[in-house]
């Protein structure tokens, strides 16, 4: 079963538009960590936002904001006023298990166009 | 600039040859990880260390596969007998972990291209 889902192999928004990129995913950890990276043409991978499974606010950085539903199993990102530079591909990626023997798992991926 | 860094960046070899890759994490980062990545595909986990010990290895990693990190600091993968099959980005991260939570920071990768 795939741990992390992203069911939007692309997506495009205008630029100054916000867009709402997808990932759900599957643990029975109680604990464990999700992340969103942004990897630009170029390949170096960004990281953009974190949201640990106890936190009860929705993480935000910037013109990034994280949707957590815990109950769903979902972790959306959301990015506000779009601007050309963030077309990329974006990756959810979720960390789980104890202290050792933790697991890191990125989802496949959304490609974002954003257009003039 | 004091981010991760990889070496070398690119490398062809023929198959059946060794290949060994380096990545220098940010100062003081205790945990290193390593990631293979194919066109078109999300990073796939390898293994990671904390500190000079490994304390994961993916199930998918072969025993041509081998990784150290001798002094806690710099880390080597090396690939033997490559195959062509092991033509993908050979990403490095590392991390400050508290027992908290954790932000990887990647390196540039290294593009392997085994004909």
């Known amino acids: 079963a795939q741990k992390i889902t992203q069911t939007q192999p692309g997506m495009f928004v205008q630029e100054k538009e916000a867009v709402t990129l997808d990932c759900t995913y599957d643990?029975?950890?109680?604990?464990?960590?999700l992340f969103w990276y942004k990897q630009p043409s170029s390949g170096e991978m960004i990281f953009l936002i974190y949201?640990?499974?106890?936190?009860?606010q929705n993480a935000t950085e910037g013109r990034y904001s994280l949707n957590f539903q815990k109950a769903r199993k979902s972790a959306n990102l959301v990015i506000s006023a779009s601007q050309l530079g963030d077309s990329a591909m974006y990756f959810c990626?979720?960390?789980?298990?104890?202290?050792?023997?933790?697991?890191?798992?990125f989802g496949p991926g959304t490609r974002l166009s954003v257009l003039p | 600039d004091t981010g991760v860094s990889q070496d070398p960046r690119h490398k062809i070899t023929k198959r059946g040859q060794n290949v060994t890759f380096r990545c220098d994490p940010i100062?003081?980062?205790?945990?290193l990880y390593w990631y293979r990545q194919t066109l078109g595909q999300g990073p796939e986990f390898l293994t990671y260390f904390q500190n000079e010990a490994q304390l994961e290895k993916s199930r998918l990693l072969s025993d041509r596969f081998s990784a150290e990190r001798p002094k806690g600091s710099f880390s080597t993968l090396e690939i033997q007998r490559t195959e062509q099959g092991d033509s993908a980005m050979y990403l490095c991260?590392?991390?400050?972990?508290?027992?908290?939570?954790?932000?990887?920071?990647f390196g540039p990768g290294t593009r392997l291209l085994v004909l």
């Open positions: 643990t029975s950890d109680q604990s464990y960590g």
């Open positions: 949201q640990g499974s106890y936190d009860e």
């Open positions: 990626a979720m960390r789980e298990g104890k202290n050792y023997g933790q697991n890191f798992v």
């Open positions: 100062s003081e980062h205790n945990r």
């Open positions: 991260a590392s991390s400050h972990y508290t027992g908290m939570g954790e932000t990887q920071y």
